[in-house]
């Protein structure tokens, strides 16, 4: 806790723009590898949950932003909505890959949402995502107020965990990092509304 304090003051000199470019630079890299032969005999299926599963550990990073602050005092609730928005910037990415270059024909895609739970779950998750990074700016949340915009924006806690829900259904048998990654958020889910019920109460 003595170290929050220091912490804190050299955070405040780190511009959000910075999280910004170097969240989204591993496209780049994924990408190239794409290009080079470097994702597998499936590129465009392992492009597909490399994008999809950067865009769910953004999304972790920020749900555990308020749990990290009332545990240790250090804080980044200034760097939260471009957390946010690069996590959404990567879940785009991901359905567009599925969309133009994974299935490329909406029949099949009107199939697959209904046949495969999986992409059922992972486009609620998706859906519910996107009202949130439409009112990401100052503009939008200025002009819904800040009772309505907290309201819309707390459609995350549902959206996460279909999104671990999504990754779960994704993978063949039961294998330990999804369920880990659902774990997680669940456990950071709970801290969250530990931390609400203990501010009503104070």
């Not at 170290?3 to 994924?30: D, E, K, Q, S």
């Not at 907290?150 to 063949?172: D, I, T």
Request: proline content about 5%.
């Amino acid at each position: 806790m003595g170290l929050a304090g220091p912490i804190n003051r050299a955070l405040r000199r780190v511009p959000v723009w910075l999280l910004y470019l170097l969240g989204m630079m591993p496209v780049v890299w994924f990408l190239w590898l794409g290009l080079t032969g470097g994702l597998g005999v499936e590129p465009i299926s392992e492009l597909e949950r490399r994008l999809g599963l950067a865009g769910l550990q953004f999304l972790v990073a920020g749900l555990a932003i308020t749990p990290l602050q009332r545990l240790t005092g250090v804080s980044l609730l200034r760097f939260r909505r471009a957390l946010g928005v690069v996590a959404f910037g990567y879940i785009l990415l991901h359905v567009a890959v599925w969309l133009l270059l994974d299935v490329q024909s909406w029949r099949l895609i009107a199939a697959d949402i209904v046949k495969r739970p999986y992409i059922t779950v992972g486009l609620a998750a998706f859906v519910l995502l996107v009202p949130l990074a439409l009112t990401s700016t100052d503009a939008m949340r200025r002009r819904l107020g800040p009772v309505r915009w907290k309201r819309l924006h707390r459609l995350v806690y549902l959206a996460v965990p279909l999104g671990a829900v999504h990754f779960v259904l994704l993978v063949k048998g039961w294998q330990i990092e999804p369920l880990i990654y659902f774990a997680m958020i669940l456990a950071l889910l709970a801290m969250r509304i530990r931390i609400r019920l203990s501010r009503v109460a104070a």
